[in-house]
């Protein structure tokens, strides 16, 4: 074979060769759609697909909204805000009529008094079994609840425990309330109560927290807190029921209106205004309720803009917008003869 034959043939393969890699080529890169734009593998272009915030609640996505549609619907905005507020507790009270805890702080009173009768004693067990009838006494009263604060006024011989049983007008009147669970934590000694009932024909006692239980009652959920009510009426009764409000000042929070929220008792989101028209939906951390304001635990920040009016309507359209995006992430089409492979990311002979 001469060597033009041979380098004939050299370029052949070589055509051939080239021909064989174009043709591959064609069939893995050049997929098209129904509309005839090319496909390429998304394992080569890494295309991003439409991925849920962790800041948005599930089934959510942020959408444009013109101005003529917000008017029509509704839509109002509002502003975040850090202000000073307070935590008001309701709880249903009682004048308190308690005659376990009169015997108990009797019997401690009496107590201190034998021990200090015999402290001059020259025999020591008298004295030993004085301090343990005193030690006994205190635990007694620590097991109904009393601080030890409270322990340590009745050393006082004036301390003054009848009106645990009877009342008598102008004097200090003792109000036990309960407290639900969740609400313990802003009941502390020393806070404001306001005190109502019916019988008091509009007037509203004030008490103050002196002691809260730390034994939760097991049928209930709920602790009693002991308020010390200074002037008392003739119309409270031992047993009277009454309405109790403790004050708890909490200092500033970042406060929204309790319209701005949604709440489906799992999760609680608003919509953040970031731009003319654009709505956000954001996942919140609420802190406490307090009337129509709302302490935000996080989530949100002072200065920001919010939906307070129309937040269902708005709702609606941003679970329609999510709704468009998961139809948007479902399979791309392929050319006629060829399926998706979702293993291989790519379209592939039938």
């Known amino acids: 074979m001469n060597k033009t034959a041979i380098y004939l043939s ?4 070589f055509v051939v060769g080239l021909f064989g890699l174009t043709k591959k080529g064609h069939a893995a890169m050049s ?3 129904n509309s005839g734009k090319m496909i390429m593998p998304m394992h080569k272009l890494s295309m991003p697909m439409p991925t849920q915030k962790t800041t948005e609640p599930s089934g959510h996505a942020p959408f444009h909204l013109s101005p003529n549609a917000q008017q029509l619907i509704g839509v109002k905005i509002g502003w975040v805000i850090k202000r000073d507020l307070n935590k008001n507790i309701d709880a249903a009270g009682r004048v308190a009529y308690d005659p376990e805890l009169y015997t108990a702080q009797t019997e401690y009173i009496e107590a201190l008094q034998e021990l200090e009768q015999v402290k001059n004693s020259p025999l020591p067990e008298v004295k030993e079994s004085a301090r343990q009838m005193v030690n006994s006494a205190r635990l007694r009263l620590k ?5 030890d604060r409270q322990i340590a006024h009745l050393h006082s011989r004036s301390a003054e425990t009848s009106n645990l049983l009877l009342t008598k007008p102008h004097q200090h009147v003792w109000v036990y309330a309960d407290i639900f669970e969740m609400d313990l934590p802003y009941v502390k000694p020393g806070e404001r109560a306001d005190i109502s009932a019916d019988f008091l024909e509009g007037k509203t006692l004030i008490g103050k927290v002196i002691s809260v239980d730390r034994v939760i009652d097991t049928k209930s959920r709920t ?4 308020i010390l009510v ?8 031992p047993g009277s029921y009454v309405n109790v409000t403790i004050h708890d000042p909490t200092g500033d929070q970042v406060v929204v209106p309790f ?16 731009r003319p028209g654009i709505f956000i939906p954001r996942k919140i951390g609420i802190k406490f ?7 935000i635990a996080s989530g949100l920040t002072s200065g920001e803009k919010i939906v307070t009016s129309a937040n269902f309507l708005i709702d609606s359209e941003s679970r329609l917008k999510a709704s468009e995006f998961s139809r948007a992430s479902q399979t791309p089409s392929c050319p006629k003869n060829q399926h998706w492979d979702t293993a291989m990311t790519m379209c592939m002979p039938n």
């Open 223 to 226: 602790a009693r807190a002991r």
């Open 259 to 274: 319209d701005a929220i949604l709440n489906t008792g799992k999760a609680a989101w608003v919509f953040v205004v970031k």
């Open 289 to 295: 309720y307090d009337g129509n304001n709302v302490a």
């Open 230 to 237: 200074n002037e008392g009426t003739s119309y409270l009764r």
């Open 31 to 33: 997929m098209t759609n």
């Open 143 to 147: 097991i109904l609840g009393l601080s």
């Open 10 to 13: 050299f370029i052949f393969l």
